[in-house]
């Protein structure tokens, strides 16, 4: 009989029902990470959203058979020693396409119409002493005959392209950065930086990633771009982005995600109030229908692997794969 235990189950606002093969279920609502170890002791099946599965606590979990990770991303799980200590690592794939291109363009839109900076403007009253009908106080763009640049090319990324394309925009996808050879259908990483109009990234979390949007890259973009990151937070310099925003080097920036979660005192995105900087609390993903979707593919994961016909299986480099085509 499986033991199944769901790590962090409050992350997830579904109905997650209860897996067809024989099993004892314990769930908590959270989990911090020094707990993890004891709350997994006798499972052979783990599912977290976000609580940490290092080394250091899979050499204290022999019992353990599979890691089923409530998300794509699997940055959380040392994905190399699980390998090695034959513990499988499943993920959650494709249920987020509608739910994440579509934030990305709410953030475009409101950075390209103003939206926030005329809300102000309508609070301090300029709208209604306006000796005209409509107030001229900011910039408003449209997206449509714009150029969309995409860095990380998978599912999500292609189905930001298609929301694009639906609103008349040019489709850069960039090659990743520091590639020797740009492949067919791609622009370079430096000409998708130079050449967006809004640039939105995709690309998993890892060493070669992190910290991939510093002050030298959005430098070279145009000032009147667009950041939006509804990927993970470590892919941008923080202090980098908001200097650059602060200094008119870009002229705007819609975040969903920072690189600590939740954000403490110290964000630098969180210290500055800016009319062209939107942060949303890592809520791209979160729709009713995306978060139903997750929950019933999480527990087909759990009945394939326990069936003996493993899905959505993740390694190191397979990971690297679903995330940045």
Known sequence: MERIVFLDRDTLRAEVRRP??????????????????????EATIAITNKVPLRASALAQLPRLKLIAVAATGTDIVDLKDAGERGVAVSNVRGYAQKAVAEHVFALAL???????????????????RAPHF???????????GRTL?????????????TLGRAFGMKVLIAERKGAERVREGRASFAEVLSGSDVLTLHAPLTEETRGMIGAEELGRMRRDAFLINCGRGGLVDERALV??????????AGVDVLSREPPRDDNPLLEVQLPNLLVTPHIAWASSEAMQALADQLIDNLEAFVRGQPTNLVTGDRN???SDR
Do not use: K, M, N
């Not at 409509?134 to 449509?144: A, E, I, K, N, S």
């Not at 640049?149 to 392209?161: D, E, H, K, Q």
């Open 20 to 41: 067809a093969f024989a099993h004892v279920w314990t769930e908590y609502g959270e989990t911090s990470e020094s707990e993890a170890v004891e709350r997994l002791a």
């Open 110 to 128: 409101a950075l390209s119409r103003s939206l926030v900076g005329f809300r102000e403007d309508l609070a301090r009253g300029l709208w209604q």
């Open 134 to 144: 409509c107030l001229h106080t900011r910039p408003v763009r449209d997206l449509g």
């Open 149 to 161: 640049g995409i860095v990380g090319y998978g599912s999500l990324g292609r189905a930001v392209a």
């Open 243 to 252: 200097e650059a925003l602060e200094a008119g080097v870009i002229a705007g």
């Open 320 to 322: 690297r794969v679903i």
